[in-house]
Structures are given as structure tokens and as C-alpha cells.
């Protein structure tokens, strides 16, 4: 199964991850002692990679990636689908190999499952819970991502049900509060960046008056911060679909429903990546 997203490099990924685990380049590093002093080099190992919880599957290929790199001849086999809901108990991926490649690959490669699963499953409940509210809303999630992992973490929302906000600071402006009290106003804010010829214009606002001038100044996505329900329903009045409208701010699986239900386009969770609780993944081994 191949893994390709754009902007990621999975073979400089797990190469940096795995060096990181084996200490290469500090005094005494460069290689797994347990396995090289425990394991006879020709061992060969068979394991299974199974869910203890009930989670969404969301990187797999990258596991794959991190065994074949110690054992490039391993055989692995992958079960389940990305994006895949599965029962406790489920069994994820089959392999086998060398025993001392397999070990020493094996914590790096479920810390990374693991983290994504994480994700995917926290965003599928938030999908759910969503649509108690609306049918038609979508779930965005933020740039609230690990240094370096944003591109992943951003992939399992995606196999969680989410649609990604914007990747960076490149493919789209968001006028924050900070970006408005250096301009002046929402509207001179928004008229720069239009000026500028940059699309789309995302504007955050906290105040029913600042809609109509970010939209009359070239808004094309108006970011409705921590607002009621009941303020969000007058905002997306007053919007009258000449924007995006997107609620944001403390939302919660408690809250979210509700929040939908204003008649929003999208509602955006920065805690999806920010505080998603790794899933319950584990790998047992025996002598093939």
C-alpha cells in the first residue's frame, strides 16, 4: 500500500524517527543494545498488530514503512482499510522478518499508528455528535498540529471524517484579532489582503458588527469565534450566504450539536490534533 502526501517524505520521516530511537550521532549510538545483545541475528519473528479499542485506522502504510526499513525483505500484510472503524480486539496488520529488525522498528512504528489512530477516532466522534445537529455541516480541523507532523495529523482527520482548514501560513490569509488591531479594523484588514490579490480571505470576528464590513471588504470565509448558538443563528442571518460562515472557539462533543444546528457551513475543533488521547495498538511477537 503506498503513502504519498504532499509536502511529507515518508522515507526521511521514518529515517529520522528511527535514528532518534537508536541515538545516532550520540556517543554510544547508532544501535538497538537489548535486541543486538538479547536476539541471535538470524532470529525471525511473526507478529500481530491488533486494536484493544474500538478505533478508526489511520496509519498503517506508515508501520509498514518503518519494518520494511530495518528488514527490507519483512512480509507484511495490512487488514483493515484506512478510515475504517474496527471492534476491539481487531487484528491490524500480520508480518514477519528478521527479529532484530522487527524489534527494533516496533515502538516507533506504534507510537506513530497509535498518535493517528488517536486522531482519526476523536474525529469521528466529533462527526458524529455533529450530525445530531446537522446533516450538511462539515468538521474542519486547525493548524493546532505537532511541529513536523502536520501534514499526518492532518491526514487522520481526513480518515476520521474531517475536511482539512488550511494546511499553513501559504494557502489562504486568516485575519485574526492581532492581525485586525495592527490594521485598524476588520474592514482595512480585509481590504489589504484583497488588495494584495491573495485568496481565499478567512476573517475572524467576535462581534455581529464586524461581519458586513469584513464582507464588503472581500471576505470570502468569515470565522465566527466563541459565539451562542443563539448569536451564531443572527450571524449566519446577516451573512446570508454571501460567505462561508464557520463556528470555532471551545467547542466540545457536548457542544458541537448545537453549534452545527446555527446553520453554519463548518464548525472547527483545534483540540482533534491538539489533544486527541493516543488509541490502545499492540504488537505481539513470536519466534516464526
Same mark, same amino acid.
Given at each position: 500500500?503506498?503513502? =504519498?502526501?504532499?509536502?511529507?517524505?515518508?522515507?526521511?520521516?521514518?529515517?529520522?524517527?528511527?535514528?532518534?530511537?537508536?541515538?545516532?550521532?550520540?556517543s554510544?549510538?547508532?544501535?538497538?543494545?537489548?535486541?543486538?545483545?538479547?536476539?541471535?541475528?538470524?532470529?525471525?519473528?511473526?507478529?500481530?498488530?491488533?486494536?484493544?479499542?474500538?478505533?478508526?485506522?489511520?496509519?498503517?502504510?506508515?508501520?509498514?514503512?518503518?519494518?520494511?526499513?530495518?528488514?527490507?525483505?519483512?512480509?507484511?500484510?495490512?487488514?483493515?482499510?484506512?478510515?475504517?472503524?474496527?471492534?476491539?480486539?481487531?487484528?491490524?496488520?500480520?508480518?514477519?522478518?528478521?527479529?532484530?529488525?522487527?524489534?527494533?522498528?516496533?515502538?516507533?512504528?506504534? =507510537?506513530?499508528?497509535?498518535?493517528?489512530?488517536?486522531?482519526?477516532?476523536?474525529?469521528?466522534?466529533?462527526?458524529?455528535?455533529?450530525?445530531?445537529?446537522?446533516?450538511?455541516?462539515?468538521?474542519?480541523?486547525?493548524?493546532?498540529?505537532?511541529?513536523?507532523?502536520?501534514?499526518?495529523?492532518?491526514?487522520?482527520?481526513r480518515?476520521?471524517?474531517?475536511?482539512?482548514?488550511?494546511?499553513g501560513?501559504?494557502?489562504?490569509?486568516?485575519?485574526?484579532?492581532?492581525?485586525?488591531?495592527?490594521?485598524?479594523?476588520?474592514?482595512?484588514?480585509?481590504?489589504?489582503?484583497?488588495?494584495?490579490?491573495?485568496?481565499?480571505?478567512?476573517?475572524?470576528?467576535?462581534?455581529?458588527?464586524?461581519?458586513?464590513?469584513?464582507?464588503?471588504?472581500?471576505?470570502?470565509?468569515?470565522?465566527?469565534?466563541?459565539?451562542?448558538?443563539?448569536?451564531?443563528?443572527?450571524?449566519?442571518?446577516?451573512?446570508?450566504?454571501?460567505?462561508?460562515?464557520?463556528?470555532?472557539?471551545?467547542?466540545?462533543?457536548?457542544?458541537?450539536?448545537?453549534?452545527?444546528?446555527?446553520g453554519?457551513?463548518?464548525?472547527?475543533?483545534g483540540?482533534?490534533?491538539?489533544?486527541?488521547?493516543?488509541?490502545?495498538?499492540?504488537l505481539?511477537?513470536?519466534?516464526?
Open positions: 500500500m503506498s503513502f =504519498n502526501l504532499p509536502g511529507f517524505y515518508l522515507d526521511r520521516f521514518v529515517r529520522e524517527t528511527l535514528d532518534e530511537d537508536l541515538g545516532v550521532g550520540l554510544g549510538g547508532g544501535r538497538d543494545v537489548t535486541s543486538d545483545s538479547v536476539i541471535p541475528a538470524e532470529a525471525r519473528f511473526s507478529g500481530v498488530m491488533d486494536s484493544r479499542d474500538a478505533i478508526v485506522v489511520a496509519g498503517l502504510p506508515l508501520a509498514a514503512a518503518f519494518f520494511r526499513a530495518l528488514d527490507p525483505g519483512c512480509a507484511v500484510e495490512i487488514l483493515v482499510a484506512e478510515g475504517e472503524a474496527v471492534e476491539p480486539g481487531s487484528e491490524l496488520m500480520r508480518l514477519s522478518g528478521n527479529a532484530r529488525a522487527l524489534l527494533t522498528a516496533e515502538r516507533s512504528a506504534l =507510537n506513530t499508528v497509535q498518535h493517528l489512530c488517536g486522531i482519526a477516532t476523536m474525529t469521528r466522534a466529533y462527526v458524529t455528535a455533529m450530525r445530531a445537529g446537522s446533516a450538511t455541516c462539515t468538521l474542519l480541523d486547525t493548524r493546532k498540529t505537532l511541529p513536523g507532523l502536520r501534514a499526518l495529523e492532518k491526514y487522520a482527520t480518515q476520521g471524517g474531517a475536511q482539512n482548514h488550511r494546511m501560513l501559504w494557502d489562504a490569509a486568516m485575519i485574526k484579532d492581532n492581525h485586525v488591531a495592527v490594521a485598524g479594523s476588520v474592514g482595512e484588514a480585509v481590504r489589504r489582503a484583497a488588495g494584495a490579490g491573495v485568496e481565499p480571505i478567512i476573517c475572524e470576528v467576535d462581534r455581529l458588527d464586524q461581519i458586513e464590513p469584513a464582507i464588503a471588504a472581500g471576505a470570502h470565509h468569515i470565522l465566527l469565534d466563541n459565539m451562542t448558538p443563539e448569536t451564531l443563528r443572527e450571524a449566519v442571518a446577516i451573512i446570508a450566504g454571501r460567505a462561508a460562515s464557520e463556528a470555532s472557539g471551545g467547542i466540545d462533543l457536548e457542544r458541537i450539536a448545537a453549534k452545527a444546528a446555527s453554519v457551513d463548518y464548525v472547527s475543533v483540540r482533534l490534533t491538539q489533544s486527541a488521547p493516543a488509541a490502545d495498538i499492540g505481539d511477537f513470536e519466534p516464526a
